[in-house]
């Protein structure tokens, strides 16, 4: 079976890296992507399929909060930013990930 | 940012199409930079505008996505639902007509009984401060049943209970008016009167107060001599005086017992009663103040007493249950098994549990009927959803859920029935005015008013809301998991659906057996009704009653007459009577058989311990003549002579029941009874019987003078005082038809100003109120079973044209290859036979059980054996029906050209 290279995000973990991610800045949908595509060097790519909603979901939580303002195109974008609780939340989240990895690591080690 | 929560929420709900565009207007920006990006690493704009799509994947499925994130998606589609849903309806309008017609009728009806109990049971009595008032009854350990108090032990219970501020007794009775003391109002017959006898406190308990003139005071509790003082009702104060203020102070002769208004009391109050008295009386005018205080043996006594501030039902009950004790500690030999009590004053108050019982009958009889009417929906629905078989699989091919599907198809339904449950209610009121119109008019012959407050009411009306939605979720939900749970393949290629779907022809053919057996059931209850209440016409009572005519008189005295020319008017009427043309007998006596009014008495034999634990049996003053009037044949023995009556000499004319009762296998003659005791009292001023040795000279056959419905237990026939005035005659003429109205003019031959009531016994036997239970039951009943049995047949008709559409090509097929019409008719017939067979069998059944367990419960009504030609005949006739209703659509079926059938798609 040969490795396809791509990795299936759970809905967890994209909560997670686009609080990260936003935690550095306010941006756009298509920033965010980028961005996370960027640094994971292209492992972690997210369909705008799960993308979006994912956003949407977190602006309904009260996590990250939406804007219109203007884009470099010159056309105008919905701009996100966190939230004092989405901080909070991102910290929460970021350890629970933590100790989950740590975790799986042991076992995936064992003898 | 919690408390944002609803306000986003409703902002996406409100500002739908607005979050839609901008949810566009992001995605679309989304997909230009994707598009740059693509044309910056090389592409050429085509193909990065297309490699950006496919990247993108389906905007309208990112977009359903985002709006199920919203959250607001199940309103919005419950809106989607319904709009779909009307109009879908209005497009198949027959069909739409047909389930709101059945729903409208099964839920109009379960409506109709809910207004009844509601405004009868339900709501609060009219009167300041309800919550306060507290009904206390007489009951007997194991059985539901309430009884009346003595006067002696309301009195006992009134002095020594510390939880009410007032407590009243109240004793209902059936009355004559019979004259006006002064020539200012004639009464010209004896008109009946509901009466209710009432202490002093009665209104004051209720918090009520006469509208015009005074109330009953503290002082005539213990007149000993009329006039006594009475209060008329505005409702009849209206209808009969039509409001004459020169009503009050007016001396009126009720039954016999005179009595003088004094007060009018406000209009449509009706205390405890189930109808609003006429003429409220000083209970001190049902006898003796002092020796009712002593008698403990007559009950005649309803208590209605109000709590004082602060006071609960659960301290009134405690003290109430401790007071009891003691009263049967203090007379242990009146007292016996009876319990006490204590309820919160409704309107129906003694009648409480035979309400309840009945109420509950026929609120499971409605039920039945909004059963059938909801499978009949449901069939409906079925064959609708089969029709739209292809655009649901269409749906659910395109990525639809089946919970999504399941939900429109259930919200059609809901709304379908939400719909059918306004018609209901309007219908409800409509027809509820009807039959309370109808009602009233025919109980007001014995008087009083009958007043069925039916003004919408909001519990009503959720009554029928909530019931609407139970309605329309229960039978739709079936049908829609049934038509969702579809092969989309074979679906799509239209396949036919007699091949594939054979587990959906059980839950059709389930649902024809089910509404033929309620609807069995239902007229199996009618069928042993309407048996019941012709047996009641006809029984033979043991006496004459077409050629008898009563004469009700009132008395002379109220004309000032003097004792001696009351006897000489009466020996004048007798002779007028004596020579009546045609006549075979004339008799006088204290009270007509079946008239409703009974009077009991203990009897025993003379030579026994004491009389204290005997039996009553009715008793009735006659005089000579009576069973040669009465054609009632003597079985031995003789009757009274003229000289017996003048001594009033201690003889007794026995029934022979009571004779074998007293002396089984004996001869009865020149035995001799007890009869009577010395505490007990006679309304209206008239002697109760007491004698510790009476000689039987005659043995007469058994009569139903209590009831149509059971014989008498034994009867007593006593000879007449003469000092009494001959209140009612018994006359039997011979061969004329309109004797009544002769024998009026004659006692007014007599004398001019007397009020003479005259009526063929027949005639009041026939509207009396036995009768007149069970004609109403039984037409309630034959209404329901024969609603229940259209919607059956409109349901037979409607699923068997279902199936036969469904397999009209399989029928073209087999004519192509050579079938007969008549083999295809059976073939076709054949499983709906199946189950409408299926449906009478348990039908049968279930109307059998049915009617079992009514006549424990309302014996009245449901005893006697069920005819088991009645049920035969039901059952082929409902058999019957349905199969005529099967053949139709099949016989259509069969007609069709074979060639254009197979084309058909």
Known sequence: MQNSGKIDLLQGTLDLLILRTLSTGSMHGWSISERIEQISSDVLQIGQGSLYPALHRLERQGWIKAEWGVSELGRRARFYSLTARGRKQLEIETENWLRFSAAVGHVLRMT | MYWKQPFQWIRSLLFRSRADSELDEELKFHLEMTQRKLAADGSAPVDARRQAAILFGGTEAVKEQCRDVRGTRWIEDFFKDCV???????????YTIAATLALALGIGANAAVFTIFNSVALKPLPVPDPASLVSINRTAPGTPLTGLFSFADYLYYRDRNTVFSSLAAETPEHLRLAASGSAGLPVTTAEPLVGLFVTSNYLATFGVHPVVGHNISPEDDARTAGPYPALMSENYWQRRFSGDPGVLGQSFVVSGVSVQIVGITPRDFMGTRPEVPDIWIASSALGDPGRRALDRTTLSCALTGRLKPGITLAQ????FAVLATSLKNDYPAQARQWNVLVSPATRFANLHFAFMRLYAVLQIAMVLVLLIACTNVAGLLLSRAATRQREIAVRLSLGASRARLVRQLVTEGTLLAAVAGIFAYIFALYAMGMISRQISASLAAGGGTMVIDLTPDPRAFGYVLVLSLVAGISFALMPALQSTRVDVSSALKQEMAGFGFYHKGRLRGALIAAQIS??????????????????VLAVDPGFETKSVVSLQISSPQELGYTAGRISELQSRLEQRLHAFPGLVGVAFVSRTPLDGNVTTTRVTRADAASTAE??????????????KTMDIPLRRGREFTAEELAATASVAVVSDALAQRLWPGEDAIGKHLAVGSATETHYYGGRAPLSSSME???VASDIYSQDVVLPDPGALYL???PSEWNAIALVHVHGDANAAAALVNEVHAAEPNLAVNAETLSHMIATGEASATFHVSSIVFLAIGLLG????????YSMVAYTVTQQTREVGIRMALGAQRGQLLRVLLAASSRWIAAGLVAGVVIGFTMVRVLGTQIPQLFSGAANPWVILAVSLATGAFAMIAAYFPARRATLLDPATVLRWE
């Open chain 2, 84 to 94: 779909f849903a009307l109009r879908l309806l209005r497009k198949d309008r027959y």
């Open chain 2, 316 to 319: 009134a009950r405690a003290e």
């Open chain 2, 518 to 535: 309620v609807c069995l059931a239902l007229l199996i209850g009618a069928g042993l009704l309407v048996q019941q209440s012709l047996r």
């Open chain 2, 614 to 627: 005997a039996q009553r049996y009715p008793y009735t003053y006659i005089s000579t003549d009576f069973f």
């Open chain 2, 696 to 698: 039987v000279i005659g």
């Open chain 2, 719 to 721: 000879p007449k005082p």
């Open chain 2, 789 to 796: 049995f259209v919607l059956a047949s409109i349901g037979v």
